[in-house]
Structures are given as C-alpha cells and as structure tokens.
C-alpha cells in the first residue's frame, strides 16, 4: 500500500530533504519526488546531489554532536566514533518520526516551545528499537535521559506543604531496571541483577538506588495522591522526596503530558 502524504511547505521539504536519508531527490517515486509533485514545483528536482549528500552528512554530524554528550555511556555501546552517522541505527532514526515530529520533544526551557532538543526523540526512537538493542543499553540510555531531564528544566519552586495533592514532579524519574546501570556512570563493571534494580533521579542532580519499598511508596504518587494519615518512616521518606524536588504540587509545570517511562 502506498504512503499518502500531505502538502508541507517547500521550507520544511528542503530541510527533510537535506537530513532524512529516505527523502533523498534522486530516489524514484520516492517520498521527495512524490511531495514535489503534489505541491506542483518540479523544479525541486534540480538538485546537484554530490552538494546535497556533503551537505547532509555535514548536518548528520550536528545531530550527533547534539546527542552524543548526553548519552555518553550508552554510545560507547552504540558507536562511539564519528562513523556512527553511518551506522543502521542512526539513519533510521534520521527517518524516524519522534526526529521529526515536535511532540516528541520538552518545551524549551526559555519558551522557545518543543523541537529544538534531540534527546527526548533519541530515547522514544531507542525505545521503538528494544528488539535488536540490548536491554542493559536501553536501560543505560534510560537512566542518561532521566539524567539530561532532571538538569533541563528545574521546577519553578518547591511544594510549599503536604496537605495538598502532590505528583511526581515531570523533571525527576523513578526506574525500574534489570541491569545496574548506575555502576556504568560511576565507573564500575556493568552488573545484572538477579531482581529489580530501583533508581531515583532527582531534578537537584542527585541519583540514588532505592529499596523496593520506597519506590512503590514514591510511585505511589504517578498519578496524584493525597496526603493523608502516614506512618513515620513514610513521613521522613516523603520529607526527603520534598526536598530533592521529586514531588510537586502542579504535574504540567514542565509539560502538559508527563513522558512515559518504559
């Protein structure tokens, strides 16, 4: 079944055109040869393709360096050299729709909207990939997200109190992952574990293994939880979560719909 595609503007198709490597021009009946045709301006055509393909591994490089420094562990799983650009992996992500599609992105911390950071498609793009990625690479490439998210955009301020409604604050993340990542940033033997190993990353910059029992008490607060009668140790667990930001009082103060974590 062929792809139907709606009109975009000429300046967004000569940009797909000058990264996506599936709306290369000399690609017959192609995706760029079919959208040039249906906007009516074959003269797009016209293109010197040696010039183009410079051009494009040029801006393959730029995307990149955007996304290697975040994910600096994980690429030395994935590829750590400038010929990654090359590499299966990442010219299908050069193609994906999270790179191309703004909702796969956070707002910009000086509100200049979404789209502008890479490594919020990266990881949805890495997500889609779990049948031919290893599972302690995604949970590594998880864990250097959760880390890039808290440090993005800090909540604007603490909660004030424990009586209202709180949440899990959008720039902090509880995990759950089979391999102890953690060990990889800081310098030790990738572990896998014989159970579940619990992580909070925290918008202050801290990262801590939790038990079992409180991440379930933390989690406890995904979708907003009432404070109500706690026993002591739950007191000081919550007390602690407050301080380090983990909670909050307004869950659409970064984004309006909190990333879903795998």
């Known amino acids: 079944m062929d792809t139907?595609?709606?009109p975009i503007a000429k300046q967004d198709l000569l940009i797909r055109m000058s990264i996506d490597p599936c709306w290369s021009p000399e690609i017959k009946d192609g995706p760029f040869q079919q959208m040039v045709k249906l906007i009516g301006d074959e003269s797009l055509l016209d293109v010197n393709i040696a010039a183009l393909h410079a051009e494009r591994r040029g801006r393959w490089l730029q995307i990149l360096a955007q996304v290697k420094p975040i994910y600096q562990k994980?690429?030395?799983y994935l590829g750590d050299t400038e010929e990654f650009v090359d590499d299966v992996i990442f010219q299908k992500f050069l193609s994906s729709n999270f790179l191309w599609e703004a909702e796969y992105s956070l707002p910009h911390p000086l509100g200049y909207g979404r789209g502008i950071e890479k490594a919020t498609p990266f990881i949805y793009f890495l997500r889609s990939q779990s049948e031919v990625l290893l599972k302690k690479?995604?949970?590594?490439?998880?864990?250097e997200y959760a880390i890039f998210k808290a440090a993005y955009h800090l909540p604007s301020k603490q909660p004030s109190g424990m009586e209202d409604k709180l949440y899990i604050s959008p720039a902090a993340t509880l995990m759950s992952v089979k391999n102890d990542v953690l060990n990889i940033?800081?310098?030790?033997?990738?572990?896998?574990?014989?159970?579940?190993v619990y992580y909070m990353i925290s918008p202050t910059g801290r990262n801590f293994r939790l038990t079992e029992e409180i991440f379930m008490f933390l989690q406890?607060?995904?979708?907003g939880r009432e404070i109500?009668?706690?026993k002591e140790r739950e007191r000081k667990i919550l007390n602690t979560a407050l301080?380090?930001?983990?909670?909050?009082?307004?869950?659409?103060?970064?984004?309006?719909k909190p990333l879903k974590h795998s």
């Open 74 to 76: 994980t690429f030395l």
């Open 185 to 196: 940033l800081e310098g030790k033997e990738i572990l896998e574990s014989p159970s579940d």
């Open 228 to 230: 109500g009668s706690l």
């Open 220 to 223: 406890s607060f995904s979708n």
């Open 4 to 6: 139907v595609y709606k």
């Open 137 to 143: 690479v995604l949970e590594l490439a998880e864990l």
């Open 243 to 256: 301080g380090l930001r983990v909670l909050c009082e307004n869950p659409s103060e970064l984004e309006s």
